[in-house]
């Protein structure tokens, strides 16, 4: 474990923390209004390889050799200049500090980060941190790379869990949820929803399946799979056979067969690693999902009312009311999805720069 001091004066700003990978969903921006929860969980922290806010460059500034080095493969609207590395942890983790007021930036409801630091060290008044908790953005602390230093602290440094543990004990991530938000109806302050970290994920995970489909076709397992991600894969690639196979794979599941051409496998929470097979299947291409998601696909838990005479006991779900679900179709998060793609080298590819050209142009609104 660490915990995280001022690079001034030396005095600690957190609890002590363990190392986790970055959620898929850090960077997402989601609906408008809504209020989002906290991004890490409490006693964790992860590492942003990315720089991250102000100051901006747009594109047609930066040399296309800087911007492949900093592994981006297509024009985007801008780049951060930022120092990449930032830690970002949970607010309710953080120690010592207070904010800056006029830090406030471009936020309507919170805190956005616009101008930069907005906490600073109590003790030597250094900016060290960048607070977020503006409506439709993910609650969290960045910790500036250039003005803290992660130190270790005794204890037992536990080691990451097995595979074998995590399909056991691993926590699936609902698909729907309760959405908050700043202005709701009166009476209303929330909406049901398609959960915002399904979105997140099935925009990262759409653009890896885009690489691995090399312009052809993409069929997925039926069920959620499919609403989540066949509607897009339809709507993106062109029709017709060849057709590549994608299938769901991981700890615990049969071994794909040789068949499969793409293997939708889980994504490690605490090193970040992807689960990879042995044996045929080892050179399949693989899609990476978050362990919840990937738990609830293979495994998901009913959602129809089980028959039962006389009293109904608690465990049983009941049909009345209803279970809830969302007005609309599924949708992948459009700024993870463009995050995501443009960081791969296929990218370069003729079709594939057609559909992100797309995004902003031709592509359907209700797909993304």
């Given at each position: 474990?660490f915990?995280?001091v001022?690079a001034?004066?030396?005095a600690?700003?957190?609890?002590?923390?363990?190392?986790?990978a970055?959620?898929?969903?850090?960077?997402?921006?989601?609906?408008?209004?809504?209020?989002?929860?906290?991004?890490m969980?409490?006693?964790t922290?992860?590492?942003?390889?990315?720089?991250?806010?102000?100051?901006?460059?747009?594109?047609?500034?930066i040399d296309?050799?800087?911007?492949?080095?900093r592994g981006i493969?297509?024009?985007?609207?801008?780049l951060?200049?930022?120092t990449p590395?930032?830690?970002?942890?949970?607010?309710?983790d953080?120690?010592?500090?207070?904010l800056i007021p006029?830090?406030r930036?471009d936020a309507?409801?919170?805190?956005?980060?616009?101008d930069?630091?907005?906490?600073?060290?109590?003790?030597?008044?250094l900016p060290v941190?960048?607070?977020?908790?503006?409506c439709?953005?993910?609650q969290?602390v960045?910790?500036?790379?250039?003005a803290?230093?992660?130190v270790?602290?005794?204890?037992a440094?536990?080691?990451?869990?097995s595979w074998t543990?995590?399909?056991?004990k691993?926590?699936?991530?609902?698909p729907f949820?309760?959405?908050?938000?700043?202005?709701g109806?009166?009476g209303?302050?929330?909406?049901w929803s398609?959960?915002?970290?399904?979105?997140?994920a099935?925009?990262?995970?759409?653009a890896h399946?885009l690489v691995a489909?090399?312009?052809?076709?993409v069929n997925?397992p039926?069920?959620?799979?499919?609403?989540?991600?066949?509607?897009?894969?339809?709507a993106?690639?062109?029709?017709g056979?060849?057709k590549?196979?994608?299938?769901?794979?991981?700890p615990g599941?049969p071994s794909?067969?040789?068949?499969?051409?793409?293997?939708?496998?889980?994504?490690h929470p605490?090193?970040?690693?992807m689960?990879?097979?042995a044996g045929p299947?080892?050179?399949?291409?693989?899609?990476?999902?978050p362990?919840g998601?990937?738990l609830?696909?293979?495994s998901?838990?009913?959602?129809?009312?089980?028959?039962?005479?006389?009293?109904?006991?608690?465990?049983?779900?009941r049909?009345?009311?209803?279970?809830?679900?969302?007005g609309r179709?599924?949708?992948a998060?459009?700024?993870?999805?463009?995050?995501?793609?443009v960081?791969?080298?296929?990218v370069?590819s003729?079709?594939?720069?057609?559909i992100?050209?797309n995004?902003?142009?031709?592509?359907?609104?209700d797909l993304?």
């Open positions: 474990m915990v995280f001022c001034g004066c030396g600690e700003l957190t609890t002590p923390l363990s190392q986790v970055l959620p898929v969903h850090a960077r997402q921006t989601y609906g408008n209004g809504a209020q989002l929860p906290v991004l969980e409490s006693g922290f992860a590492v942003d390889p990315d720089p991250w806010g102000g100051p901006w460059r747009m594109w047609d500034e296309p050799g800087e911007a492949e080095a493969h297509a024009p985007v609207h801008a951060s200049d930022g590395g930032a830690s970002v942890i949970a607010p309710g953080v120690r010592g500090t207070r006029e830090k930036g309507c409801c919170g805190l956005d980060g616009a930069g630091p907005n906490m600073a060290c109590e003790a030597c008044d941190a960048t607070r977020v908790d503006d439709s953005l993910w969290a960045r910790l500036s790379p250039d803290v230093h992660r270790p602290v005794d204890g440094h536990a080691a990451p869990l543990e995590l399909a056991k691993g926590e699936k991530t609902p949820e309760p959405v908050a938000t700043w202005a109806r009166p209303l302050d929330h909406y398609w959960s915002p970290r399904w979105e997140a099935a925009g990262h995970a759409l399946l489909s090399r312009g052809q076709p997925v039926g069920g959620l799979t499919a609403a989540v991600f066949q509607r897009a894969l339809d993106l690639l062109p029709a056979p060849p590549r196979r994608a299938v769901l794979a991981g599941q794909p067969d040789a068949g499969a051409d793409i293997l939708l496998v889980p994504v605490q090193t970040g690693r689960w990879a097979p299947a080892a050179t399949a291409h693989l899609v990476p999902l362990l998601v990937w609830w696909l293979v998901p838990q009913p959602c129809l009312p089980v028959p039962a005479s006389g009293r109904i006991p608690r465990d049983v779900l049909d009345d009311p209803l279970p809830l679900l969302p179709l599924f949708r998060d459009r700024g993870t999805f463009r995050h995501t793609l960081r791969q080298p296929a370069r003729p079709w594939l720069r057609t992100l050209e995004l902003t142009q031709g592509t359907p609104a993304f």
